[in-house]
């Protein structure tokens, strides 16, 4: 039996029913690490402390102790989320050395769940990017097919999952970095509605938007690895919300007879690519066929959302990043004269160019004369666009659309065109500044064989209707088969 293709449901039941250890589990999935190698899904592994954590499961199962939701079983976190003693690079050549002197709460919560942590997953550098090209390290390559992008900026998170080498893995996504590597790698991602997760010990891009979230093969793992990571955590980021954590898992329905599912015809543009369309139209069609009732919603402002996007999460960047600055961490320049030289200097040469491009976009939003003219106009359609979406949802429980307009695109193809490039975000930004959550899963592939994404989205806080929709599709796909 292949062990690592099993979901992290099957695992779970192996690990518990003394089939494999852990030790053995996590030994497998360095292995399949080490043979996938050309991927570049991994930053950093950590396999001493990795086996360490597998035979301490090991020994607590075998006395018969009590043990976490995801006791042995091997995940992957994103490489701007802090493991105390591991290095935290965010893809960046500032941070190459930097190792974290503590944990992130979602990577606690992993660990005290028993989870294995084996290693820190490539990205976009500083999470800036929608194609895994950004990073310090290399791109990130589609595991379905490496002359494609595996999407960003948490590529290295969605590939992983997919090329077996973990069961489940941590992302993050800012404006739709969870959800489009997992459109085109072929797997479930969601992001949680904005303060389900704690964002204490996660590198900060644009505070107001970022969320935590995970990449699965199942949607019921990916609900348990959320009812994992989940909780507030006001001691250490006032942003997570005070809101009960529902069992998702238990939660589930077997049925989506009578639901209400939202179609807005502006996300079924002329923009969207024939394949992509057509199988979100037949998603549709199932649906509908099995009890589910559409809806026609409208979204009039959906179209100026990237504009809107883009100029909120660089002005937030640029502030997050004023404090990479040569000083007291991270990359410093040589051979500077004064203070302001080292600042220069060390920026100059420890950025990357798009991180270098959003901070100059950031910087020129927030200054003097134009802040009213873009900043302060960014916000205000930010607003209309959340009271566009919140009277949407009075007419229906969730939404379906497409996750990316296209399937994943060829490595080079976009990266002289930066436009091009933050326009594959133009279906998932709008649900970051409604700040809503919403799941990518597999709903068909093109003629070459590329996934295709379908989008869920739901109101704030309603993560669980996402998950019954997605696992209903799921599920009566999975037996079509």
Known sequence: MDFLKLSLFEIKQKLESNEITSEELTKMCFNQIKATQKLNALVSTCEEFALS?????????????????????????????????????????????FVSPYTATCAQKLLDADAVILGKAN????????????????????????????????????????????????????????????????????????GRVSR???????????QVGVFSRTVKDNALMLQVISGEDQEHDMTSAKMPVPNFVENLKTDIKGMKIGVAKQF???????????????????????????VDVNLPSLDVASSAY???????????????????YGFQAQNFDGIIDLYFKSRTQ??????????????????????????????????????EFAEAFEKCDVMICPT??????????????????????????PINLAKLPAMSIPCGQ????????????????????????????????KEAK
């Open 123 to 194: 990205m976009d550098e500083f999470a800036m990017g929608s194609s895994n090209e950004n990073s310090a390290f290399g791109p990130v390559l589609n595991p379905v097919n490496q002359d494609y992008v595996p999407g960003g900026s948490s590529g290295g998170s969605a590939t992983c999952v997919k090329a077996n080498q973990c069961f489940a893995s941590l992302g993050t996504d800012t404006g739709g970095s969870i959800r489009e590597p997992a459109s085109f790698c072929g797997v479930v991602g969601l992001k949680p509605t904005y």
């Open 200 to 210: 204490f010990g996660v590198v900060a891009f644009a505070s107001s938007l970022d």
């Open 350 to 387: 420890g950025f990357g160019p798009e991180v270098k491009r959003r901070i100059m976009l950031g910087n020129y939003v927030l200054s003097s004369g134009y802040f009213d003219a873009y900043y302060r106009k960014a916000k205000r359609v930010q607003k209309i666009i959340q009271q």
């Open 404 to 429: 990316v307009a296209t399937t994943a695109f060829k490595l080079g193809e976009k990266t002289d065109d930066p436009v091009a490039m933050y326009l594959s975000d133009i279906f998932t930004v």
């Open 310 to 328: 883009y100029i909120i999460s660089s002005a937030e960047a640029t502030s997050n990043l004023a404090r990479f600055d040569g000083v007291k």
């Open 53 to 97: 954590t597998a035979k301490k499961v090991d020994q607590k199962r075998k006395n018969g102790e009590k043990l976490g939701a995801l006791a042995g079983v091997p995940v992957i976190i994103k490489d701007n989320i802090n493991l105390e003693g591991t290095r935290t690079t965010c893809a960046s050549k500032f941070l190459e050395n």
């Open 446 to 477: 093109d003629k070459k064989g590329l996934p295709i994404g379908m989008q869920i989205i739901a109101k704030q806080w309603n993560e669980q209707a996402i998950f019954d929709v997605a696992n209903f599709f799921e599920q009566s796909t």
């Open 268 to 294: 079924f543009d002329d923009k969207l690519n024939s394949e992509v369309k057509q199988s979100l139209e037949n998603a549709l069609k199932f649906f509908e066929q099995n009890g589910a009732i559409l």
